[in-house]
């Protein structure tokens, strides 16, 4: 693709980025193939393709409008296209620089403004996220059905750590910020699972939010500021020997294996931020070579994988956890037009919801045509935005290699019906 950025954008690191990115483009169109919002709505500038015009247009000067943005908030930022391209297009990376420009540009309406102001202002910070979750499932008689689906809680079994094997390696185990109080299976099976593989867990209360959120959502510098923080509660525990991070949300895996990028220009922060970056480890990529008993019960149940974008996409993990799983004996079902996304995408469920509900709607269809038992998944967002859609019981894929019957510790203790 041919390029006229100004020669004022083009002194910068970030106009070389943009600049580059562009003429890598050979405007062939596979990326419309694997799109899930071209596809839905057919429309070539809610295409990857569209949108790199796009912001072509905007860098090389033209006026920035309500409609670039638009069509730039509707990408789920799912990386399927760069999956997809045979030209190698860092999609992503410029649909960062894309956002960020328009964001400096384009006055968004009040109530947008007010929507994801109020999003920073509550669902990075742990402690007030689950004061509020708190509060909402006291009042959930008061709410709307459809809100009430959204507070269902994927309890802990309460199964006993494993005893009788010491540890002979240690890794920091990322809490993150909803996850805790969304699903606290989830942490508690993978101490519980890695234990008997040999791998302590270290958690710490200094660590925040890995800061994806602030970063899609036009605050970049808070973004870096919460990866800061991370990278000095971590530290320690890294130059003491930690030889992972290990992340269970695929999607703040992703933003953490960032942190050398985003931080690739402060002095102070680049060499480390490098090094945090190499340690991050999506839970598949320690079990694949730890020594686990086979399933005894695996092929007693159908179960139907859910691959997050972030971590087929992104992580580039594709088909790890689904072989993993098969080879310890658990029957999988085989799940059409896999690489499209749920439609949860962070907050997109929140900003995008008629698109959400239309991909959740589809991706649930695929999962489901098998009727399977239940729906396993490598990622937080994805796992609460299809639980709130289905009856099957929707959790992280760890969970199964720790539960005897994933079935028994199904979610409230208060019971399912009273979250539905």
Known sequence: MQTRLPASLLHSAEGQRADAILRRCVHCGFCTATCPTYRLLGDELDSPRGRIYLIKSMLEGEPATRRTQLHLDRC????????????????????????R??????????????????????????????????????????????????????????????????AKRKVILMQGCVQKSLSPATEAATRRVLARAGIACVTLGAENCCGALNHHLDAEQRALD??????????????????????????????????????????????????????????????????????????????????????QHGLRLDRRVEDFLR???????????????????????????????????DKLDKLTREQPDCIVTANIGCQHHLQAATELPVFHWIELLDAPD?????????????TR
């Not at 994933?406 to 009273?418: A, H, Y």
Request: proline share 7%.
């Open 101 to 166: 420009w328009a964001a400096e540009r384009i006055r968004r309406p009040l109530p947008q403004v007010l929507t994801r102001a109020l999003l920073r202002a509550v669902v990075p910070h742990r402690r007030r996220f689950a004061r509020l979750l708190r509060l909402a499932r006291r009042m959930r008689f008061l709410l709307p059905p459809s809100l009430r689906r959204q507070l269902h809680v994927r309890m802990d079994s309460g199964a006993p750590m494993p005893a009788g094997r010491k």
């Open 226 to 311: 919460e990866a800061r923080r991370n990278i000095d509660a971590w530290w320690p525990q890294l130059e003491a020997g930690a030889e992972a991070i290990v992340v269970t949300a695929s999607a703040c895996g992703l933003m953490v294996k960032d942190y050398g990028e985003l931080l690739a220009g402060d002095p102070a922060y680049a060499e480390k931020a490098r090094r945090v970056s190499a340690a991050v480890r999506d839970p598949i990529e320690l079990l694949e070579d730890c020594e686990l008993p086979p399933a005894t019960d695996g092929a007693e149940r159908l179960i139907a994988f859910h691959p997050p974008c972030t971590l």
């Open 327 to 361: 080879a310890r004996g658990f029957r999988l079902v085989d799940v059409r037009d896999r690489h499209l996304c749920c439609g949860s995408a962070g907050t997109y469920a929140i900003l995008q919801p008629a698109l959400s509900r239309r991909l959740r709607a």
């Open 406 to 418: 994933v079935r028994g510790s199904w979610l409230e203790r208060e019971g399912r019906s009273e």
């Open 76 to 99: 789920l930022h799912c990386a399927a296209c760069e999956t997809t391209c045979p030209s190698g297009v860092e999609y992503t990376r410029l649909l960062a620089i894309g956002r």
